[in-house]
């Protein structure tokens, strides 16, 4: 299923808003973690019980992994894997999520990723362009 995609993507919006620093702008670097829920266009369901994401910032620019914990409808817990990248600008972050199949620029891209930051929380949507499922997600960063 793409809806990994779509996870990726929320957990990557919403772990690279959440903290500022003051002039130097918004930091995102470092280990997040966070739950949230997802829709399909045929109103099938998905519980996403579990995100962690591991993020490296660059200036305004963010990129990392994630993995995600997801029952969709009925199914057993799956766990699925993905990559993200964005832009941060004040509080609102914009990317996409997908990955690479071997190392950049090899990398593909399928979902649309917008979030707000609230201090130490963020929450995001994710558009996934493969399957259509759109999801949200709140992260927390997690203390060294």
Excluded at 31 to 36: C, D, F, L, V
Excluded at 101 to 120: M, Q, R, V, Y
Aim: net charge negative.
């Amino acid at each position: 299923m793409k809806f990994f995609q779509v996870l990726i993507a929320v957990s990557f919006l919403l772990a690279t808003s959440v903290a500022v620093a003051g002039k130097g702008g918004p930091i995102a670097s470092g280990y997040w973690e966070g739950s949230g829920q997802a829709m399909y266009p045929d109103g099938t369901s998905a519980e996403i019980t579990l995100v962690q994401t591991l993020l490296t910032q660059e200036g305004n620019f963010i990129y990392g992994e994630a993995k995600f914990i997801v029952i969709v409808g009925e199914n057993d817990p799956s766990e699925q894997l993905g990559q993200m990248s964005g832009h941060i600008k004040g509080n609102d972050l914009t990317g996409v999520m997908g990955g690479c199949f071997t190392e950049a620029p090899d990398c593909i891209g399928k979902g649309i990723i917008e979030g707000k930051l609230s201090g130490n929380k963020l929450t995001g949507t994710v558009t996934d362009l493969s399957d259509g499922s759109t999801s949200v997600i709140t992260l927390y960063r997690l203390t060294d």
